[in-house]
């Protein structure tokens, strides 16, 4: 095999010695990457969050609460204690429906709805499970009795794993609403816990938590726009198999105008596969997706140590930006049908993708550059991608493991 030296640009060749002692650290570096990396399961490719989704329906005086969680969270959060991973899914459903009024107590102050500022009593009604992406959620249907007709402003208050529950992770909840004659998409996230729908007496549209007018043609505003943004940022940052991914791109890149073709190649390609996975026109497996992700990072890694940047890599990285594309939907679980509100919200979340992929770029790069100018390059170069391949060869052994029960 052999060891390709970094693009243009960095100061010579190793000499015999260089290459003696370039063989012993590599070995040094390949096996604390081992090391570290056996630690870590295969979750720490991405910063521990929780999700969920809340479809909310208004028929006159009744409004309909479909909220899925985390199972696991669920149970802990709300004092129930936490089944064996070998559970059976027919024992995890009698297991909430036997919990009922500890799961409505835990509810009952933590997600309230309210018209024009009354209450509206909330009643816990059916429970059961579902699975998404090798996850168990809890299913709950909660029913809210409204005062008077149904017509005006309804207030949706969400504090489900609030600061307070202390589950050592971010939650986000998908929201896809139609309140008071108007319908749209949200997210509820730590600073983001109120969503307001409907009329107020005067009948002028009612005003978000933050003072921006909603839409009820479209079902978006300009707060809900920033959040779905906010949440693609935070899904490439933290998800550090997609970071790792870019960071090898920009490793082997010869240039900025190489930056630029493989930046596009990987952009185009996931926006297709985010678009169709979020509509539902594909749907690939997550335990397919996920290994092969770590897959494409343990293959990059090799190029860059083997022989550098390919004249194929453009095509390389356009069909593993396909499986990226499928990993960043994952993030993202909408109900409603193909609408002009769920294509808005969909846009500001890619739009979020590319702005965290712009600020890898614009931070790493310069900094490759800056490094190949050094006598230690090729070495940095090559330790710096058995290292983050060694990595993903873990991650993809560990994503074809069972996943060994619940979430």
Known sequence: MTIATPPPGHRGAPSATTS??????????????????????????????????????????????????????????????????????????????????????????????????????????????????????????????????????????????????????????????????????????????????????????????????????SGVSWSSTGRFVSLGLEHILGGIDHVLFLVLLLLGAEGWRSVLRLATSFTAAHSVTLALAVLGWVDVPTEIVEPLIALSIVYVAVENITRGESRHRVLVVFGFGLLHGLGFAGALDFTDDFSGRLLVSLLSFNLGIELGQLAVVAAAFPLILLARRRSWSTLAHIGAAAVVGVVGLVWFVERLLPPGGAA
């Open 20 to 217: 003696a002692w370039l063989r012993v650290v590599l070995g040094a570096v390949v096996l604390a990457g081992l090391l570290l990396s056996g630690t870590a399961p295969a979750a720490s490719a991405h910063v521990p969050t929780t999700d969920g989704t809340s479809v909310i329906r208004q028929d006159g005086a009744t409004v309909r609460y479909t909220l899925e969680l985390d199972y696991d969270t669920l149970t802990n959060a709300a004092g129930l204690g936490a089944l064996p991973r070998d559970t059976k899914d027919a024992e995890h459903t009698a297991f909430l429906a036997t919990h009922r009024a500890g799961l409505a107590t835990y509810l009952s102050d933590r997600l309230t709805v309210t018209l024009d500022g009354s209450p509206c009593p909330a009643e816990l009604g059916d429970t059961g499970i579902t699975k998404r992406q090798r996850f168990l959620y809890a299913r709950l249907l909660l029913t809210y009795r409204c005062p008077g007709s149904g017509s005006g402003e309804f207030t949706v208050r969400y504090g489900v794993f609030s600061e307070a529950d202390a589950i050592g992770a971010e939650h986000t909840n998908m929201v896809d609403y139609e309140l008071g004659g108007s319908g749209g998409s949200d997210v509820f996230d730590t600073g983001h816990r109120e969503l307001r729908a409907g009329r107020t007496a005067a009948g002028r549209d009612a005003a978000r938590s933050d003072g921006s007018e909603a839409s009820e043609a």
